[in-house]
């Protein structure tokens, strides 16, 4: 564009700044009229079309935290001590703390600065003022350096940097703030679009066609202001459900194409049903405090047949089975947890169908370990629970709804391997492939509930498939997310940019 067509696309706000583009940032939008957000508004838009160049520099300052805006105004701890000494000359520990007003640690921090200083010294619990008069009015650096906050970070004097790196090994006296100042650059064209602003009257140039301007013929002789289409202009992030419930969706999705029904459920159970349910002896390592999150409350016991039941069997197994051979106690199994997987949802759901009743069941949510955080573990993560209950079920009708859940996840490869749970047998775990990470994932833990699971809740022992995936690491691999981590650290920049899960 020539001249004339650069300033005939002169938006208001940009000829408003145009006069005083060569001034510092809070000069334009002072003397423009424009706040600051419409004034970088119209510097962007300059830059766009390259009347001016933009650069940011962080100018960093010191300035008072909590603790500083108060000893600033009360004194610094050691000087409040200071005072309460100088008046005795001799005082106890006990009742200079007193006297001073001090919390613990202001009193030790003030002792050990003034003992570094040699202004005081201690003997058996008592303070000893070592300093003369004139060493105790004289203000300290720190007070000197307080006083006279806010200061550039950049360039302070010995004294200053002394005192600087003493307050900031201190709590809240002090803090680093960072504050971008917005350096402008005119070019070469943007000093003849300057220069020539004269060329257009700004009173004939129109902004938009309202019905009083056509009306009243208010568009003669006007001209209209040139739109540039390739122009930037701001992104704009439309409202969208969080990634991690997309997944969740779409997993419930599957299961309810394949069948199934949804089973849903409180976060805090019994270790009743988290536990004893589900075959797990009251001294397995998994009841305790390392592994799982107990809450100091009693949760009530469900039907007293059912517990008799979980409770023979614990004691003295089923079907020949032999149990775990020891005394089973109520007390264990109302403790409250946070459930560490949603398969106390899968007995619970037993419980209550009758003996011979055929069904397909699933659950999405929630569940808590005591796990070291690490890129693939996190102590809250989200389960996939499913359960398919029949007498003619087995363990190729298992692994063939595995594979199908995850193909439909997008996991092509999937292996399989024996494992160990209390509550099946056969057990088995199952590996997906991480193509980003190029290594194997396990996501399955899987297998066919034992007689000494299904008997109790159902009254027979009836062939249960059970599995339950570690679903967010199939998320990760869905939205190209390395670390588990970053499922709930919520960037607002990360968040807009996520693709949605069009399955």
Not at 375 to 380: D, R
Not at 468 to 482: A, E, Q, S, T
Request: charged share 30%.
């Amino acid at each position: 564009m020539d001249t004339k067509e650069i300033l005939e696309s002169l938006s208001p706000i940009e000829r408003k700044v145009l006069p005083y583009l060569e001034e510092p940032f809070p000069a334009i939008f002072e003397k423009s009229g424009l706040d600051s957000t419409s004034a970088l508004r119209a510097l962007n838009f300059l830059q766009n079309k390259k009347l001016i160049e933009l650069s940011e520099e962080t100018e960093k300052t010191i300035e008072l935290d909590i603790n500083g805006v108060l000893y600033r105004k009360k004194g610094l701890p050691e000087r409040r001590l200071l005072k309460v000494v100088a008046d005795s000359k001799t005082i106890s520990l006990e009742e200079a703390k007193k006297q001073s007003s001090l919390n613990d640690n202001e009193f030790k921090a003030a002792l050990g600065a003034l003992k570094k200083k040699a202004i005081i010294r201690l003997v058996k619990e008592n303070i000893i003022i070592e300093a003369s008069p004139e060493e105790i009015i004289k203000k300290s650096l720190e007070e000197q350096f307080l006083e006279s906050l806010p200061l550039k970070l950049e360039g302070l004097k010995p004294e200053q940097k002394f005192a600087y790196d003493t307050l900031s090994k201190r709590k809240k006296i002090i803090m680093i703030e960072g504050k971008k100042n917005i350096k402008v650059k005119v070019t070469e064209l943007g000093k003849n679009i300057i220069k020539n602003s004269g060329m257009i009257d700004e009173s004939k140039m129109l902004e938009k066609l309202t019905p009083e301007i056509i009306k009243n013929s208010g568009w003669r002789g006007k001209k209209f202001r040139r739109y540039d289409i390739k122009g930037y202009v701001p992104k704009i992030s439309g409202g969208k459900r969080h990634f991690v419930s997309q997944a969740t969706d779409y997993a419930r999705k599957i299961w309810t194409e394949l069948g199934f029904q949804e089973m849903h459920g409180n976060l805090i159970v019994s270790g009743f049903w988290n536990f004893d349910a589900l075959f797990t002896p009251q001294d397995h390592p998994a009841r305790e405090l390392h592994d799982t999150f107990f809450i100091n409350k009693k949760s009530p016991l469900p039907d007293k047949k059912i517990v008799n039941e979980v409770k023979k069997a614990h004691e003295f197994g089923v079907e020949g089975s032999r149990g775990w051979d020891y005394k089973w106690k109520e007390e264990p199994a109302t403790q409250s947890l946070l459930r560490t997987h949603t398969t106390c949802l899968s007995v619970q759901t037993l419980s209550k169908l009758k003996a011979g009743k055929i069904g397909k069941y699933f659950a999405v949510g929630k569940c808590f370990r005591n796990e070291t955080l690490d890129w693939s573990h996190c102590f809250e993560f989200n389960q996939t629970e499913g359960i398919v209950i029949d007498e003619n079920a087995n363990l190729r009708h298992l692994l063939g709804f595995l594979k199908e859940f995850a193909k439909k996840m997008g996991f092509e490869k999937v292996r399989f391997r024996p494992h160990y749970f209390p509550y099946t047998e056969p057990s088995l775990e199952g590996d997906v492939w991480n193509e980003e990470r190029g290594e194997w994932m396990e996501v399955f833990a899987a297998g066919i509930f034992r007689p000494e699971v299904t008997k109790p809740l159902l009254g027979k022992a009836v062939p249960v498939l059970a599995w339950g995936p570690g679903f967010d690491r199939m998320i990760m691999k869905i939205f190209g997310i390395k670390d588990i981590r970053d499922l709930y650290k919520n960037d607002l920049t990360k968040l807009r940019e996520m693709k949605f899960l069009d399955k």
